[in-house]
């Protein structure tokens, strides 16, 4: 069965670091860009990074500065380094694998939480 596992998530105070990861099983095939998105209650799914195969990030404004996205090709896994933590980074974060044949294959989520 392909799917992504995510890994990583979980409380964290404000201020903090978290590093999520995300690895592809089974037989997924060509992979084209990956990301992560997050969503929180209330609120729409919004892209957080995503990185091509070539290397070539993008984030969203809440991201910028603070997150790093990082991937190995040979290994199809995605990282997610998260810096400076804030409470209203608290949501699901869903990795996402967007593959040449097949489309999207999105991940099951993981809960990151910013508290004290």
């Known amino acids: 069965q392909v799917q992504l596992v995510e890994s990583g998530g979980g409380l964290v105070q404000p201020g903090g670091s978290l590093t999520l990861s995300c690895a592809a099983s089974g037989s997924i095939g060509r992979i084209g860009a990956m990301g992560w998105y997050r969503q929180a209650p209330g609120n729409q799914r919004e892209l957080v990074a995503a990185?091509?195969?070539?290397?070539?990030?993008d984030y969203g404004d809440s991201a910028q500065g603070r997150f790093t996205i990082s991937r190995d090709n040979a290994k199809n896994t995605v990282w997610l380094q998260m810096n400076s933590l804030r409470p209203e980074d608290t949501a699901v974060y869903y990795c996402?694998?967007?593959?040449?044949?097949?489309?999207?294959?999105w991940g099951q989520g993981t809960q990151v939480t910013v508290s004290s």
């Open positions: 990185i091509t195969g070539g290397g070539i990030a």
């Open positions: 996402a694998a967007i593959r040449v044949i097949g489309g999207t294959l």
